[in-house]
């Protein structure tokens, strides 16, 4: 499906699960270098409860298109991106479930006025972003590695994205098959544009703040955060839970998951019985404290 950005149309690509005529409507978007199949566990557990689950690929992620301007790679092209997928939904109001990269673009759009999200999930994304964690995400992308072959693919996704937690061999494998491509040479790149790490070129050495648009989010929000996560601290996560429009009406839970860092995959059972919980509760007012 095409959407507007800066410097014209490009095309955006998402898996839909579940039943088209759904009032309950979910949309999952991804994190930095990743793509939508990454939540294809959880959005089959959704699905079988009688939601319409959307998973987007991010413009130059997965099957959508890459574009011209590198420096598109930014807030407003993937605002408007994820704001045509919500169209074409027909939906007035979706829940929002965003792992790291994703999570930010959902922050931001639940920060604007009369936003169509109505609940908002946080994968280890927060108010205040580690420069030191962006520093070591940048030095992987500027890595240009080509694969053999997708077991070569594999292990090197269960060396860099060990963070994600203990996951199935099968899990692994299906995080391989749809992140890798075929080269014409016949060998194996990773599925989004090489590009994309062009905002990542110089340093970060100090941390991120994003106070000025976290305060402004007014929808129930839960943040998981991975146990042992360089990118969110569980000083900003203690700080969100008291500061902004969400916490003053007691709408934010917090979850520290055990035994992964940045970020939690969203593929373990307990993980997925999370977001089943906080997005079937029509108030957000409990806090949950661990997991």
């Known amino acids: 499906m095409p959407a507007l950005g800066p410097h014209g149309f490009t095309q955006i690509a998402y898996v839909e699960w579940g039943p088209k005529d759904a009032k309950h409507v979910v949309m999952c978007v991804h994190g930095l270098t990743r793509n939508a199949r990454d939540f294809d566990f959880l959005a089959k557990r959704l699905a079988a409860r009688g939601m319409r689950v959307v998973c987007p690929d991010l413009p130059g992620r997965g099957k959508s298109a890459w574009i011209t301007t590198p420096t598109d790679y930014a807030t407003p092209l993937y605002l408007a991106a994820m704001a045509a997928v919500i169209a074409r939904t027909g939906a007035d109001a979706i829940d929002w479930v965003g792992t790291s990269l994703g999570g930010y673009v959902g922050m931001e759009m639940a920060a604007i006025a009369e936003a169509p999200i109505r609940r908002l999930v946080l994968n280890?994304?927060?108010a205040r972003v580690?420069?030191?964690a962006l520093?070591?995400?940048g030095a992987y992308m500027r890595l240009k590695r080509r694969f053999a072959t997708l077991d070569e693919l594999?292990?090197?996704f269960r060396s860099i994205h060990a963070p994600f937690?203990?996951?199935t061999d099968a899990q692994w494998q299906h995080m391989a098959k749809h992140s890798g491509v075929k080269t014409p040479e016949g060998d194996y790149a990773q599925h989004y544009d090489p590009q994309i790490g062009r905002n990542f070129q110089w340093p970060l050495m100090v941390d991120v703040g994003l106070w000025h648009v976290w305060e402004k989010v007014s929808c129930p929000?839960?943040?998981?955060?991975?146990?042992?996560s360089d990118l969110l601290h569980a000083t900003t996560v203690r700080e969100m839970q008291h500061r902004g429009i969400a916490a003053k009406k007691n709408l934010v839970r917090a979850v520290e998951v055990r035994g992964c860092g940045h970020a939690p995959a969203l593929m373990a059972d307990h993980q997925i019985s999370l977001i089943e919980e906080f997005?079937?509760?029509?108030?957000g007012t409990r806090r949950v404290n661990a997991a």
């Open 124 to 126: 280890d994304f927060g």
């Open 130 to 132: 580690s420069g030191h």
């Open 135 to 137: 520093q070591r995400m």
């Open 154 to 156: 594999e292990q090197h």
């Open 165 to 167: 937690g203990k996951l």
């Open 221 to 228: 929000v839960l943040v998981l955060r991975g146990e042992e």
């Open 279 to 283: 997005l079937e509760t029509d108030k």
